[in-house]
T-cell receptor, first 111, second 113 residues
Framework: GENVEQHPSTLSVQEGDSAVIKCTYS??????FPWYKQELGKGPQLIID???NVGEKKDQRIAVTLNKTAKHFSLHITETQPEDSAVYFC??????????WGAGTKLIIKP | GAGVSQSPSNKVTEKGKDVELRCDPI?????LYWYRQSLGQGLEFLIY????????KSGLPSDRFSAERTGGSVSTLTIQRTQQEDSAVYLC???????????FGPGTRLTVT
């Protein structure tokens, strides 16, 4: 069936360094790839997304890249700050406008 | 505008009791999703409602779980004869179909003692 693999499960980086989280999807028909951030005690919140007709998208310190041939997409966070500490989920579009979710990455920003 | 709201925010119940969890989606959103998130884990899909179509119940873990959506808006997730393994955060999300972007509520933390 359709699935999305996300790595790493935990990522610890020094404040100010960059963080990269990677996802791989299985369904070649997927054409929408969002990233969500979940802070402690809250629901996930959409932070950036990309569609299959675009290879890269940036929004200030975050960017997402997509390689449709390899079925990979990645989240890049530059100049990390303490408030970036959270769990990040990737997803890929599935049938009937549902999303197939990755397992999540816990990002820890060390001061 | 108002986001997705869920109630209660916390629920403690005894094993064997029934519980009802409520979700109020964003006004105008025709699609509604329920997820379960165990401590430190990912999002487990439970059920999906879209307009007047039959709901996708493929994620419900057992027949103790059911959900309904009245009038195309508010949804209630019911867990009968709760078990300790039902303890988790239950998240609701809505979207403006046919768009993929889902907007989540804050969740209901269920603890079964």
């Amino acid at each position: 069936g359709e699935n999305v693999e996300q790595h790493p499960s935990t990522l610890s980086v020094q404040e100010g360094d960059s963080a990269v989280i990677k996802c791989t999807y299985s369904d070649s028909a997927s054409n929408y790839f969002p990233w969500y951030k979940q802070e402690l005690g809250k629901g996930p919140q959409l932070i950036i997304d990309i569609r299959s007709n675009v290879g890269e998208k940036k929004d200030q310190r975050i960017a997402v890249t997509l390689n449709k041939t390899a079925k990979h997409f990645s989240l890049h966070i530059t100049e990390t700050q303490p408030e970036d500490s959270a769990v990040y989920f990737c997803a890929a579009s599935g049938s009937n406008y549902q999303l197939i979710w990755g397992a999540g990455t816990k990002l820890i920003i060390k001061p | 505008g108002a986001g997705v709201s869920q109630s209660p925010s916390n629920k403690v119940t005894e094993k064997g009791k029934d519980v009802e969890l409520r979700c109020d989606p964003i006004s105008g959103h025709t699609a509604l999703y329920w997820y379960r998130q165990s401590l430190g884990q990912g999002l487990e899909f439970l059920i999906y409602f879209q307009g007047n179509s039959a709901p996708d119940k493929s994620g419900l873990p057992s027949d103790r779980f059911s959900a309904e959506r009245t009038g195309g808006s508010v949804s209630t997730l019911t867990i009968q004869r709760t078990q300790q393994e039902d303890s988790a955060v239950y998240l609701c999300a809505s979207s403006f179909w046919p768009k993929y972007e889902q907007y989540f509520g804050p969740g209901t933390r269920l603890t079964v003692t």
